[in-house]
């Protein structure tokens, strides 16, 4: 409600155009401020900003509901129509239906790893038409590292959705859904998520997908839009000792077991990043195998899921997945990772 365009609330056309003129769009603008900072900014009387307010305020402010209608409301949204579905069976399932809506769902995983190729297959799934069991939007993918390209994406709508892509204009038109922004500094990056809130409420935006930068985006973002949010997260080594914050924590002296020795990797950001994501999926390698491991979720259990890569994008060799526990769960491998991808059913090494 306090995102409501002030222009479709049905106040005098001179008082809407005055709070047009100074740049006050949304309920939430107007209510923001105080009713004589308004008369100072408006430059209008009290009796004219004590209407518009009052009036705003009706409109803005949500009715009385009871705990029965919103526990059935939330039902609805998130079993009919409150998730964005991977196509990665066993992923979806232990999801709950797949990437929910309204939360931030992050990517961690070392460079090459896939990450990148998962965004690009759900950017096609989120523009997909809803008769074919996409969200039917339009798509904001912010490539900070220049790693989108067009090519690989329309190859895995190919592969993926041949009935589709063979359809005359189908492909452009599902490309034409994505919207690709490449800010070059922080700054920039600022005001691009600034562009992004705009676009969401006038635009049937059904993705934001962050490539990657993910300190530079909250999960307040996610709410207000309550669309699936996709950020990606690089890895850092860490010290065992590092991981050892309190007294009761014994340190691991073990330096036995080579691969445990040789590589710890967790996530970039920190502690307080990792308190803001709703879900991390983790994506790693171990001997020579990748796996997608659900590291964190409100309604998840804690699985892992090996995949290829394939021209189709991302395909899970098991649907059952492998239960994960103890360090497991927040440890992150690279071990064996020849950066394969398989494109012919063949690995290439």
């Keep these: 409600?306090?995102?409501?365009?002030?222009?479709?609330?049905?106040?005098?056309?001179?008082?809407?155009?005055?709070?047009a003129a100074r740049n006050i769009i949304t309920a939430k603008d107007a209510l923001s401020l105080t009713e004589f900072e308004l008369m100072e900014l408006l430059d209008v009387g009290f009796p004219e900003v004590a209407s518009a307010v009052k009036h705003i305020s009706e409109l803005a402010s949500p009715p009385y509901q009871t705990v029965l209608l919103l526990l059935e409301q939330r039902y609805e949204s998130e079993h009919l129509g409150g998730h964005l579905p991977t196509c990665l069976r066993g992923l979806d399932e232990a999801l709950c239906g797949g990437i929910p809506f309204g939360a931030l769902t992050e990517l961690v995983g070392p460079a090459g790893i896939g990450k990148t190729q998962f965004c690009l297959k759900l950017s096609l799934l989120a523009s997909l038409p809803a008769r074919y069991g996409g969200l039917n939007g339009h798509v904001i993918y912010i490539d900070v590292e220049s790693k989108f390209t067009s090519k690989r994406l329309l190859e895995i709508g190919a592969c993926s959705f041949p009935e589709i892509f063979q359809m005359d204009g189908m492909a452009k038109e599902m490309a034409g859904r994505i919207l690709?922004?490449?800010?070059?500094?922080?700054?920039?990056?600022?005001?691009?998520?600034?562009?992004?809130?705009?676009?969401?409420?006038?635009?049937?935006?059904k993705l934001l997908v962050i490539d990657s930068m993910a300190a530079l985006i909250s999960g307040s973002l996610a709410e207000f839009s309550r669309i699936p949010v996709i950020v990606t997260n690089q890895v850092r080594s860490q010290s065992r000792?590092?991981?050892?914050?309190?007294?009761?924590?014994?340190k691991d002296k073990t330096v036995g077991d080579p691969e445990r020795f040789n590589s710890h990797l967790v996530a970039a950001l920190g502690n307080n990043w990792a308190h803001a994501v709703t879900i991390?999926?983790?994506?790693?390698?171990?001997?020579?195998?990748?796996?997608?491991?659900?590291?964190?979720s409100p309604i998840s259990p804690a699985l892992a899921f090996p995949f290829i890569i394939t021209s189709a994008g991302i395909l899970l060799q098991d649907n059952d997945g492998i239960e994960v526990m103890g360090p497991q769960l927040n440890s992150i491998s690279c071990a064996g990772n020849g950066d394969f991808i398989d494109f012919n059913n063949q690995k290439l090494q």
Aim: proline content about 3%; overall charge positive.
């Design 241 to 250: 000792v590092a991981t050892c914050q309190y007294s009761f924590q014994e």
């Design 280 to 296: 991390r999926l983790v994506l790693e390698a171990s001997s020579g195998q990748r796996f997608i491991k659900i590291a964190k």
């Design 1 to 19: 409600m306090a995102n409501k365009f002030i222009s479709q609330m049905n106040l005098p056309k001179s008082v809407s155009n005055v709070f």
């Design 180 to 205: 690709v922004l490449r800010p070059v500094s922080l700054s920039q990056l600022t005001e691009s998520l600034e562009q992004v809130k705009v676009a969401m409420l006038k635009n049937q935006v």
